[in-house]
């Protein structure tokens, strides 16, 4: 017979066994929860720190290229192609240093087959006359390639009278169709300019200089700030250009063309720094990037154009970068500076349309409510806080707008719980405080200029 001691008894032991049973399950289902946290959030880390060197890469890839262009002055296509290939992957090593004191990284960054290589005719003592090498006053700068730029700097005062015009220095093009211009210049007594047109279309255009120097772009057919206009090397497919009377002007010039197939013959200097001298330049590449990390490996490719048809700037010593336009996918943010690699050269001042700069920020969190759960205390109304300074490279602070979003992540991925955009007050410095239920993990910040151009920081909470 049982007695009731007895049943009272095993109750007891069945409670027990039931309450340490739940307490484990709960303690494996905690554990559960908190690994797959803990591995989600270091798979997104890498995720992110990928993504932002690919933006990095997007972004500095050209102004690495330029460098290499205007240090080099190769005299051979494959030594700048050589020393472009060296210099990526040299930048691929800085960022490497950068990520592995937090987790081991590697990255591979290289070029995918030959870059596109031009030939570059520059003279870039403006105190010399614009003839060659052999003081030819008449004389081929190129006999049929391309044309990508063709820019001219000349000195107003060097050019002859209008009295005096059959000595005047001219600019010939003859497109292998049979098109032929030619561009005269001489001078007025009173210091204006004059551009006499003659060949398949005739004309004259008067211009008086805002200063001692005239720019003309050939490419487009234009002297920028005027309305004088002409047919324009991008309207020939492979023209010959020849100057006339050469020793009747002085100034710089810059002719690059889209193939290296430009013969010498005494007429240039090869590679230096003499004027005027034939170098080579790579003005467009596709480039591929590998980062690996233990969670994840990320390949890229992405086409850079370093120096756009037509562009007609100019720097000392060459031809200057136009801010390069770059094909292929990235959506996160610059990577930071390294602290412990080699300082990277200098590159040469960033073009005027750079985006704008996300300088600093930082983000924190308080919690403004707790309540009681199953797993314990949980938050559920929180402030989030963000300050940030931003610049612009163009030195004219046209940021337009600043997006805040605040994302949560989880099991099933990541959402976001808060977001607001500010288009008021000093968006270079400024703090925004965002009120929000639940959980928040990282903070994004894109700036926006008028141009529609960005730039995006990550801040983790």
């Known amino acids: ?80 192609q050589s020393a472009i290939n060296d210099s990526l992957a040299h930048y691929g090593d800085l960022i490497e240093i950068s990520r592995v004191q937090q987790e081991p990284t590697s990255i591979e960054i290289e070029t995918i087959g030959t870059p596109d290589t031009g030939a570059l005719v520059v003279q870039d003592d403006s105190t010399r006359d614009f003839t060659n090498r052999n003081n030819d006053a008449n004389w081929t700068l190129d006999d049929a390639a391309a044309v990508r730029q063709f820019t001219i700097f000349l000195d107003n005062d060097s050019l002859v009278a209008d009295s005096n015009s059959e000595h005047a220095f001219a ?65 020939m497919s492979t023209p010959e250009i020849t100057y006339t009377n050469a020793d009747n002007a002085t100034g710089s010039y810059q002719l690059l063309m889209n193939d290296t197939t430009v013969p010498n013959g005494g007429r240039y200097a090869s590679g230096g720094s003499d004027s005027p001298r034939l170098t080579y330049v790579v003005y467009r590449a596709n480039i591929s990037s590998t980062y690996a990390t233990p969670e994840l490996v990320q390949e890229s490719r992405m086409e850079v154009v370093v120096y756009e048809p037509g562009s007609s700037s100019r720097l000392a010593g060459g031809i200057d970068s136009t801010g390069g336009a770059v094909g292929g996918e990235s959506t996160s943010t610059p990577t930071p500076t390294p602290t412990t690699a080699t300082p990277t050269p200098t590159p040469t001042p ?27 205390p949980r938050c559920t109304a929180r402030d989030v806080t963000v300050s940030w300074t931003a610049s612009d490279p163009n030195g004219d602070s046209d940021i337009e707008s600043v997006e805040i979003r605040v994302i949560n992540e989880h099991l099933f991925g990541e959402s976001e719980v808060a977001s607001t955009t500010i288009t008021s007050g000093d968006l270079t410095d400024q703090t925004e405080t965002l009120s929000l239920s639940g959980d928040a993990d990282r903070v994004v910040v894109v700036v926006t200029d008028d141009d529609g151009e960005t730039d995006t920081s990550v801040e983790r909470l």
């Open 350 to 376: 960033p073009p005027s349309n750079q985006p704008p700069s996300l300088d600093t920020l930082d983000a924190s969190t308080v919690c403004n409510n707790w309540e009681s759960g199953f797993f314990g």
């Open 171 to 235: 600019v010939n093009v003859t497109e292998s169709a049979g098109s032929y211009q030619q561009l005269r210049f001489s001078r007025t007594a009173s210091g204006n300019v004059t551009i006499e047109r003659t060949g398949d279309t005739t004309g004259q255009c008067e211009i008086e200089p805002a200063d001692d120097e005239l720019k003309i772009d050939l490419w487009s057919g234009s002297v920028p700030g005027t309305s004088c206009t002409f047919a324009g090397a991008d309207s």
């Open 1 to 80: 017979m049982v007695r009731r001691e007895s049943r009272a008894q095993l109750i007891l032991v069945a409670a027990i066994v039931i309450g340490i049973s739940i307490i484990g399950f709960v303690v494996i289902l905690n554990t559960v929860l908190y690994t797959e946290n803990v591995t989600s959030r270091s798979a997104i880390a890498s995720t992110n720190s990928g993504l932002t060197s690919q933006l990095s890469l997007r972004s500095n890839a050209p102004i690495y290229i330029h460098h290499e262009n205007q240090n080099q002055s190769s005299s051979t296509p494959s030594g700048i």
